[in-house]
């Protein structure tokens, strides 16, 4: 049986074990700029079509850091790295690439699988309509916004990087991500942002929109 | 949607702004047009998606893992409104009554589809969230046998691998099952109803030698005034190397070290923080602040 103190709490065997994997995942160096290529370890194939990309893998890789941070409140420093090393790379290109280059509307709109037709687009629009998933980015209302936080839609890019930003925080007290960093960083579509003006930006916009912010033009989700 | 509402009231709670009453007009339209959320039932349609522009309402209908996100994501900020689409959700895969262990997933050939696996793994998590045992145990049953937990005995890496014969562990998969290992009630909803933000101020752990060593706990107890430490048997190479870490936030003219359960002087003071020498393996660590 592990050693330890009766009456409080710890992590289990394999949440440490799975500790270990993930460090040494997000300390993998690797770039996610437009001239680099995410790792193939982060995962860019499941959830297609709407989540086959890799920051899905580092926010769904997040949510479990705080939980087992809060097993150890008094040791935080590696949640702290890994959660740093995602919110690193969720300013890179590879991040946002579904909004950066699914530009218009989406050209195999009838050829995509029977399943997607059956569960994810009403029968009326088959063939005539983008799957959730493809962002449509340029297409009406809002047309072509290359800044992935700044844009009237994509608000599961900047509400997640929000979730990942105040993870981390919340994990390390660390205020780091407060000071102005460059998103996208590719020539003029480089866009400046912290943590808090994320945040203000995404309260203006739900206050304007009672309905909701879209996600992927033109869709609204309650998810 | 409900993600970037968690988002806001993350920032809220660790910046003391206040952005969630945005969020909180946008639920209550959520739950009223997209949600069918009425006197603490779901009395009606459940919206996957709405598109302003045609419009129309895409409902949920059989693909309840839909209804599942929407769960995970707003339960912290409305753990009761969570609930109601949790037991609703429930209802509707059946998951108390058959054999089903998962949504859109009545048959075992299906469960061979990973995406299906991300399905059951978050309302594993959810059960386990909301103390829902029974179905916890049957998901959890169904996990240990599928979803391929597998020990690195080089590294101590643990990883599951779904019985996909990849060179990497499927990242959303494990995230997914990772949640579920650390999950414990109530625990996720506390980020925001019960955030501890005392730990900023308590004696905290830091220079540990990770991956080498790891912690399995490391807590300070307020009422009695002690620190609990407790290393990990370590990376499997490693047993029996020296090693050390240091504790920050104390007075280490104050403190006396109880390791192993055996009074210890195997520490020195160091630029106001303490540091504990041991060797690479399971101990523990009582830290009195007399």
């Known amino acids: 049986m592990a050693a330890m103190v009766r009456g409080y709490p710890a992590t289990s065997d394999r949440s440490r074990g799975w500790l270990r994997y993930l460090y040494r995942k997000a300390t993998t160096p690797d770039n996610w700029d437009k001239d680099g290529q995410p790792h193939p370890h982060w995962d860019d194939v499941s959830g297609e ?77 088959r063939g005539k309509y983008d799957v959730p998933g493809w962002t449509a980015n340029g297409v009406e209302p809002w047309g072509l916004q290359m800044d992935p936080i700044g844009a009237d839609g994509n608000v599961f890019f900047k509400g997640d990087f929000l979730i990942v930003l105040g993870l981390f925080l919340y994990v390390t007290g660390d205020e780091k991500w407060n000071r102005p960093f460059d998103i996208v960083r590719n020539g003029a579509d480089t866009f400046s942002w912290t943590h808090t003006s994320i945040a203000e930006h995404l309260f203006s916009q739900m206050s304007k929109r009672p309905e909701g912010i879209h996600c992927g033009n033109t869709k609204i989700w309650p998810l | 949607m409900n993600r970037a509402g968690l988002g806001l009231g993350l920032h809220d709670v660790l910046y003391g702004s206040d952005f969630r009453p945005a969020f909180d007009a946008l639920w209550d339209y959520a739950k009223r047009n997209y949600l069918s959320i009425q006197d603490g039932k779901v009395n009606g349609s459940v919206t996957m998606y709405y598109d302003p522009l045609i419009p129309c309402h895409h409902p949920v209908d059989g693909s309840s893992f839909f209804q599942f996100g929407t769960v995970h994501g707003v339960l912290p900020m409305y753990p009761d409104d969570a609930r109601v689409l949790y037991d609703d959700a429930i209802d509707k895969t059946n998951l108390r009554e058959s054999a089903s262990i998962g949504p859109d997933d009545a048959d075992s050939e299906k469960d061979a589809d990973p995406m299906a696996a991300m399905g059951r793994l978050l309302i594993q998590f959810l059960a386990r969230e909301f103390g829902d045992e029974a179905v916890y145990a049957k998901l959890k049953n169904h996990s240990e046998g599928h979803d391929e937990p597998s020990w690195d005995t080089e590294t101590g890496e643990f990883t599951w691998r779904f019985g996909l014969d990849e060179p990497h562990p499927r990242g959303q998969l494990n995230a997914s099952a990772a949640l579920v290992e650390a999950a414990e009630p109530g625990a996720y909803a506390n980020l925001i109803q019960w955030p501890n933000l005392r730990k900023f101020l308590e004696p905290t752990v830091h220079g540990v030698d990770f991956p080498k060593v790891c912690l399995s706990q490391a807590i300070y107890d307020a009422e009695r005034r002690l620190l609990v430490v407790t290393t990990d048997a370590g990376a499997p190479k490693a047993a029996g190397e020296p090693t050390t870490f240091r504790i920050t936030n104390v007075d280490p003219d104050r403190c006396t070290i109880v390791a192993d359960g055996v009074a210890s002087d195997d520490w020195r003071a160091v630029e106001g923080d303490i540091e504990v020498s041991t060797t690479v393996g399971e101990h523990t660590f009582v830290v009195r602040m007399n």
Request: hydrophobic letters at 40%; proline letters at 10%; a negative charge.
């Open chain 1, 49 to 125: 079509p709407m989540t086959s990309f890799p920051r899905f893998d580092l926010v769904r890789s997040s949510y479990a850091i705080p939980l087992m941070a809060d097993r150890t409140p008094a040791w935080r420093e590696v949640y702290g790295r890994i959660l740093d090393e995602f919110a690193m790379r969720y300013t890179g290109y590879w991040a946002a690439v579904d909004w950066l280059d699914q530009i218009g509307d989406d050209p195999r709109r009838e050829q995509y699988p029977e399943a997607w037709y059956q569960v994810l687009i009403p029968p009326y629009l």
